[in-house]
């Protein structure tokens, strides 16, 4: 069904990263949709090792220049864009000093997670939520991978709830085995900042247990990965959420 408009919201892509299931499968799925006409857009964070001018990202000073105001401080949101070497496929990345010119993506050189991981997911997703409404494109589709983007449903279905803009849009969530960590304790203060609260996730703050959260919040849940492991695989298990395996990228359509 071509004609439709599909935002990706990632944490990995090919070319920007490689040699991972996740990069991969959202480049194909990208390019397997825009090449059947259909309208998409692909949103990620800017990463420290993204190169620029490897990949031709130029700042978007129109969409650039608003502040986001996470823990009670003005974050200034940069937005850049790149088309897909080679494709005519706009990718839009989400940047900001702080939270994504360090070169490693959520732990330093030791292994330790980054105590700013939460803000950073939260910067990301209200980015891109932001972005969209600026560039006044509204997504039939939605389709998240990557644990930074589960907290997109989460703050357009409660932070965002009174705003019609995505009113129509369906979200899909695919699942994927990322390497989990603990997220700073204090991160129920920074949501409640927003109004959010009574999150099941806040009583162990992780990774994982925001990706579990964000089933409740879309209207498909997906197998990224072919098997998923522990906690992960038991929630897609028990999830109330419409489902589905593992699909090859030929039949991503059929879920849209």
């Known amino acids: 069904m071509p004609n439709q408009k599909i935002l990706y919201i990632t944490t990995e892509m090919y070319p920007y990263q490689e040699d991972t299931n996740m990069a991969a499968v959202v480049?194909?799925?990208?390019?397997?949709?825009?090449?059947?006409?259909?309208?998409?857009?692909?949103?990620?964070?800017r990463f420290g090792q993204i190169s620029e001018r490897k990949f031709q990202l130029?700042?978007?000073?129109?969409?650039?220049?608003?502040?986001?105001?996470?823990?009670?401080?003005?974050?200034?949101l940069i937005i850049k864009v790149a088309s897909l070497p080679g494709e005519r496929l706009q990718v839009y990345f989400i940047d900001n000093e702080e939270y994504f010119k360090r070169k490693q993506y959520y732990f330093d050189d030791e292994g330790t997670p980054f105590p700013d991981n939460d803000e950073r997911a939260i910067f990301f997703a209200r980015g891109v939520i932001e972005t969209i409404k600026k560039l006044n494109w509204v997504p039939d589709v939605i389709h998240l991978n990557g644990w930074m983007s589960s907290f997109?449903?989460?703050?357009?279905?409660?932070?965002?709830?009174?705003?019609?803009?995505?009113?129509?849009?369906?979200?899909?969530?695919?699942?994927?085995?990322e390497k989990d960590a603990e997220l700073d304790q204090k991160i129920g203060e920074k949501l409640?900042?927003?109004?959010?609260?009574g999150l099941k996730a806040l009583d162990k703050p992780t990774i994982q247990s925001f990706v579990i959260e964000s089933m409740n919040y879309?209207?498909?849940?997906?197998?990224?990965?072919?098997?998923?492991?522990?906690?992960?695989?038991?929630?897609?298990?028990?999830?109330?959420?419409?489902?589905?395996e593992y699909l090859d990228v030929d039949s991503i359509n059929k879920l849209y």
């Open 27 to 45: 480049n194909k799925m990208a390019l397997k949709m825009h090449n059947e006409g259909n309208d998409v857009r692909v949103f990620m964070p």
């Open 58 to 76: 130029h700042e978007v000073i129109r969409l650039s220049g608003m502040n986001i105001i996470i823990n009670d401080l003005d974050q200034p």
């Open 152 to 177: 997109v449903p989460v703050y357009l279905k409660t932070y965002y709830e009174s705003d019609t803009y995505f009113k129509d849009a369906r979200i899909v969530l695919s699942l994927y085995n």
């Open 192 to 197: 409640k900042f927003d109004n959010i609260s």
């Open 218 to 244: 879309v209207d498909m849940v997906v197998k990224g990965d072919e098997f998923l492991e522990g906690d992960l695989d038991i929630a897609f298990n028990e999830t109330p959420t419409q489902k589905s």
